[in-house]
């Protein structure tokens, strides 16, 4: 069974940065494509970075300059940098394998001030 487990959420203000990071039990993690999705309040989730098994990557327009997604393959763990923060990124990050329709518990990130 797919195991993900994210974490590094938490609450930072506007402009700030924090690090997502998931930890993955598949022992094949590394043929994968990985993501990271987030769901906002009244909202639905949607897909805000994308990384290939070959190191690929695209982002949502919300994001693009601002998150980096990138992946260890070595320590099957993928990661979120996310820069400029703002209050609207405010949600529940989740970490998925789109191929296996796995989602880790999510954590929260809240942007205020």
């Known amino acids: 069974q797919v195991q993900l487990v994210e974490s590094g959420g938490g609450l930072v203000q506007p402009g700030g940065s924090l690090r997502l990071s998931c930890a993955a039990s598949?022992?094949?993690?590394?043929?994968?494509?990985m993501a990271w999705d987030r769901q906002a309040p009244g909202k639905q989730r949607e897909e805000v970075a994308f990384?290939?098994?070959?190191?690929?990557?695209k982002y949502a327009d919300s994001v693009v300059g601002r998150f980096t997604i990138s992946r260890d393959k070595g320590q099957n763990m993928v990661y979120l940098q996310m820069n400029g923060l703002k209050p609207e990124d405010t949600a529940v990050y989740y970490c998925?394998?789109?191929?296996?329709?796995?989602w880790g518990q999510g954590t929260q990130v809240t942007v205020s001030s």
């Open positions: 998925k394998i789109p191929a296996l329709e796995a």
């Open positions: 598949v022992s094949i993690f590394a043929i994968y494509s």
């Open positions: 990384i290939s098994s070959g190191g690929s990557t």
